[in-house]
């Protein structure tokens, strides 16, 4: 029985740890970032206000609704907790199916405090803000998603900042509220909606040739989902056959049951030494078709019926009319 | 009068096959009359080896281009039912056939085998290496790469969308090979085998019930395709075409899809496939290597299955050993591997019936090919 739990344990394990990768908002970064926008992007009515690239850097889709778009996380802890108030200038991304960002793409927001204009426009503007930075927070109002710091001269000049390589991150220092050096800076192109990274980019086969150029590598790792993915399916089967094997026990121990005397009488069936098995009966299946097959004469001749071979064809039909002789 | 007879007759010739033959056309129509031989009298594959063989002859009829006829030719005929192939919406089909004509029982009752099947595409991607080796690009070197898992279908369906311009090539190796299983495969199983190991005995399948073969392609799909959905027009159909099958309540929609659907999607794919290898197209000396590579993987494959096996056995005891004999079964050239199997575990032992063994890591490899189809794609395309 154990072994069956330790299977079943597998298979939940394997989807909850495939689950738990995909759809994440943790793979949110708010990847560029301009705040003086004099001449530059315009959002939908034609006007140059402040905004925020996101990116999904992961390669499945992830639905953003929920998070907290902000330029003060003073109310973190207070909001994460049950009951807790969301503070003023926490602006919530509402529900939109444009909210599902795909596979390694962007999203504009922009932080003009005009929240009716559209679910783009936020209820804060950075502008006027005592602090200098813009957060991500999850929908949970708990944790912290992504937090950029921008260089007080953002303020006062038209450029932009954010993501030198598009959403690269050093996890570990962000979660000890520290940056690494130059993974924040400002950029060299305005790129809304785009990728920061605005130098030539290589293909995906040449960047394979470059980083793999004997193709071991690739070999390896594509023998090991094949074994992966098969694994699994041998795991499933495991946990058939031993589904198959208990329900086989059980008829059986049910048959066995059911030839004891006590059960035979409870049950009605003939106990064990008046049942007739299986075997008996062919036995005497046996028998009988050969005493009755010796008592024919050698037949020299076998008459049988064949029906005889018409193969149906609406040509052939009379009643449909198709070898209808032409009336004169 | 004379002169416009003269005149109308040459251009006439200049308009035939015979006004436009080269070479090429001809040593390209002798090799679709050998695929036909080889189907009509060795019965090797004659589904596949004669539509692609009368497919050949048809490519290489010599014409002037222009006459809407060639298959590479927009608004040809041909060029219609290709498209089939080039948009990789044939090979789908053929697996939901393949899915509705196989018995999955043989894998279920022993699961252990499916491992072989994951084994033997090592071909695939021992092919792949050889292939950037030699210089092509990591595409190309794919799609030749696929010709080790002996799928056909398969095949066409990567080099459709990886090296389009290598699909004849890649599609006529891959099914020379499958229909050479029965003479490739051989020579090496008896060079990694020792006699005792030929003639191990494996314990008989156990009965299969209803509900497992039911469940088995429901979940399968679910565990191969969460993992590599590149692989999921090739996965979903084959599954799902085994569940029309084991359902039990769809038996008109199997009996179509492995029936008349399969073989009008076979005509249509050998035909094609076979008109694609144009001698302008194809005689070239990367066809060569491509053919060298498919015939490389092969051999990888099958012995990467039949290896794999001997290895498998050291922690195997009693009468759950596996008779090596079936590890080249791990390609998924179905049924053609199993019944080498079992003809090679007949010249040993006469009462050693390795059939329905060999069909387990047989339909494995059909899975295995498959996901590392999808893999190759997630990587490459």
Known sequence: MKSIYKYIF??????????????????????????????????????????????????????????????????????????????????????????????????????????????????????????????????????????????????????????????????????????????????????????????????????????????????????????????????????????????????????????????????????????????????????????????????????????????????????????????? | MLEFFKEGLLQFLSYSGFGNCTWGHIIMICVGLVFIALGIIKEYEPLLLVPIGFGIIIGNIPFTDGLQVGVYENGAVLNYLYFGVVKGFYPPLIFLGIGAMTDFSALISNPKLILIGAAAQFGIFAAYITALLLGFTPMEAGAIG???????????????????????????????????????????????TTPQERLIRMRPPRAVSHREKVLFPMMCILLTAFLVPTGLPLLGMLFFGNLLKESGVTKRLANTASGPLVDIVTILIGLTVGASTQATNFLRPASVLIFVLGAFSFVIATASGVLFVKFFNLFLKGDNKINPLIGNAGVSAVPDAARVSLIEGQKYDRTNFLLMHAMGPNVAGVIGSAVAAGILLSFLY
């Open chain 1, 10 to 328: 597998t298979v939940v394990a394997l989807f909850a740890v495939t689950a738990s990768f995909g759809q994440s908002v943790h793979d949110l970064r708010l990847n560029e970032m301009m705040i003086k926008n004099e001449d530059n992007y315009a959002d939908e009515y034609g006007r140059h206000v402040p905004w925020v690239e996101i990116f999904n850097t992961a390669y499945n889709t992830v639905n953003i609704t929920g998070c907290y778009l902000t330029d003060d996380t003073t109310g973190l802890a207070r909001a994460g907790k049950k009951g807790g108030e969301i503070p003023a200038r926490w602006y919530r991304i509402p529900t939109d199916q444009k909210m599902y960002m795909p596979q390694r793409s962007f999203l504009i927001f922009f932080l003009d405090n005009s929240p009716l204009y559209g679910p783009f426009h936020t209820n804060f503007t950075p502008e006027k803000s005592n602090t200098r930075y813009i957060a991500l927070i999850s929908s949970d109002g708990k944790e912290l998603l992504d937090l950029v710091e921008y260089p007080v001269e953002l303020r006062d000049t038209s450029r932009v900042f954010g993501y030198v390589a598009d959403g690269v991150r050093d996890n570990k220092a962000f979660k000890k509220g520290i940056r690494a050096s130059g993974e924040l800076n400002f950029l060299s192109d305005f790129t809304p909606a785009s990728s920061n990274e605005t130098e030539v980019k290589i293909s995906k086969q040449d960047k394979l040739k470059r980083d793999d150029p004997y193709g071991i590598g690739m070999a390896i790792i594509s023998m090991a989902v094949v074994f992966t993915a098969l694994i699994m399916i041998y795991v499933m089967l495991k946990i058939f056959n031993y589904a198959s094997r208990r329900a086989t026990m059980k008829s059986k121990a049910k048959e066995e049951a059911a030839k004891t005397p006590a059960m035979a009488a409870a049950t009605g069936t003939k106990a064990d030494d008046e049942a007739v098995n299986g075997e008996t009966v062919a036995a005497i299946g046996t028998a009988l078709h050969l005493h009755f097959g010796s008592m024919h004469d050698e037949e020299s001749e076998v008459i049988t019926i064949n029906m005889p071979s018409k193969h149906y064809s609406p040509w052939a039909q009379k009643e449909l009319t198709m070898k209808r002789n032409p009336r004169r």
């Open chain 2, 146 to 192: 696929i010709i080790g898992g002996a799928d056909g279908p398969t095949a066409i369906f990567i080099s459709s969308k990886l090296a389009p311009s290598m699909m004849g090539a890649i599609a006529v190796s891959a099914y020379s090979y499958m229909a050479l299983v029965p003479v490739i495969q051989p020579p090496i199983m008896r060079a990694l």
